[in-house]
């Protein structure tokens, strides 16, 4: 396997996070050595052991002379967590590619610095666009201080959302529902207007996807109604 592959083997244990790493990134990492992968890990939630953390963890001491294939620059600042930078070095891996710089200004290059500063052999930028489709909402907080939105619109052949007599409860489909329900569980909040809380009355909850977290419920009402006396967000 060449650097490409063993990227795409950590993007896709980055994977692993996509629910729970919020607010933090997803990240994966891979340990290589003698074309052997002998760690791997990823970020599970936030407070937990980094990628790298865990792939260091399950290498031992056969992560001297390895190459660490990581989805994100190594932190190099104290949060909750140690530096992941600091780990590379005092592990003794030898050489780190990175699919791309960290956008937060905590790091910001600074963990490759320091790579390169003890004498670790590094490389950035294999595989970036995919790296960053895995983050666009830490992407989006760290470079604006902005949160990332998607919009969710559900439209008939006619140009309505629903019929006038109230009687369409829903006009989407099952699977369209079902593909709903995964991108609110990769959302810390739902959005939406009182008026499709009088009319439907939404859960707004994250339903059928195993271990996900329940987003923060918003309702924006522009006339001060009392729309959230009887609703089922309440």
Known sequence: MDDTAWMRRALALAEGGRYTAAPNPRVGCVLVRGGLQVGAGYHPRAGAPHAEAHALAEAGDRARGATAYVTLEPCAHHGRTPPCAEALIAAGVSRVVAAMTDPNPQVAGQGLA???????????????????????????????????????????????????????????????????????????????????????????????????????????????????????HV
């Open 114 to 232: 320091r790579l390169r500063a003890a004498g670790v052999a590094v490389d950035s930028g294999l595989l970036g666009a995919e790296a960053a489709a895995l983050n666009p909402g830490f992407i989006k907080r760290m470079t604006s201080g902005r949160p990332y939105v998607r919009v969710k619109v559900a439209q008939s052949l006619d140009g309505r959302s629903a019929l006038g007599n109230g009687h369409s409860r829903w006009i989407t489909g099952p699977a369209a529902r079902a593909d709903v329900q995964h991108w609110r569980a990769r959302s810390q909040a739902i959005v939406t207007g009182s008026g499709t809380v009088l009319a439907d009355d939404p859960q707004l909850t994250v339903r059928d996807v195993p271990g996900a977290p329940q987003p923060l419920r918003v309702v924006l009402d522009s006339s001060r109604s009392s729309v959230c006396r009887n609703a089922r």
